[in-house]
């Protein structure tokens, strides 16, 4: 049977959204059952300035960072990420010749989630709790319907919110929804990629990369996240534990960085305990 290969594409700034389809589009043409999700964070922030709708973030005590979002930034947020980042993606394959459809995490359920009642936030020192955030994180993947499309010859395009079971739609992390779906579709491999080419050491050194968590241990590589890049740690732990075979996080940039991340370019989970 042919690999199922996850790829998580960020929307940090500077990454080329024609590299990324022209690299994905090669992967699907060697015959790999092939799902992309992506973000959308640096055109959510520049749409959000010019509505004047500025962008905030909460930091967790444990160091995690996500978007603080209430109603008027989660409208802004599915403009950007349902609408101009997932519809011109959709575009660019079909140019390439891939039978891409492009959902959110609502559409059919796809995504479904629970919306967190409380979130704790470090600000100015101090941890508050925040209770009208519409977030939440994914608990179910309709592993059903993507597998109808993939075996129909179509390649699913996803992006946040995800939805509760009460209908709310919830912003949830792209990296985690991308770890949940490639643990639902039993996947082979998953790659997250960004505009950093993966966990090092010492953030402002790019020769302190951590290429193998295996032999680096996967607490140093805990140790070693900041920022958003916690999140993708956890994403990857969350996948392996899944039962996804290998993750790569990874670089987004320039041309070709699917194929350099599926050989091995980045930090690599594989043969982690989960």
Known sequence: MARTIVVKVGGGEGISLAHVAESFSAIVASGARCVLVHGGSHETNVVSERLGIP??????????????????????????????????????????????????????????GVRKTAIRSVEDGRTVLIRDDLSGRVEG?????????????????????????????????????????AAALGADELLLLSNV???????????SLIREVGAAGIDAVRASARGRMKNKVLAAEEAIAGGVGRVV??????????????????????????
Do not use: Q
């Open 249 to 274: 996080i990874g670089s987004a940039l320039g041309a070709n960085a699917i194929n350099r991340a599926l050989a091995g370019a980045g930090t690599v989970f594989e043969g982690v305990a989960a």
């Open 197 to 207: 080419e993966g966990v090092r050491r010492d953030p402002g050194d790019p020769g």
């Open 141 to 181: 993947v309709d592993a059903a319907l993507l597998a109808m499309l993939i075996e129909a010859g179509r390649v699913p395009v996803l992006t946040p919110p995800a939805v509760t079971d009460d209908g709310v739609a919830i912003n949830v992390d792209a990296d985690r929804a991308a770890a949940a779906t």
């Open 55 to 112: 962008a905030r973030t909460i930091t967790s005590p444990s160091g995690h960072v996500s978007r603080r979002t209430d109603r008027a930034t989660l409208d802004v947020f599915e403009m950007v990420y349902c609408g101009r980042v997932n519809k011109t993606l959709v575009e660019l394959l079909r140019r390439r010749g891939v039978d891409a459809v492009g959902l959110s995490g609502i559409d059919g359920g796809l995504w479904r």
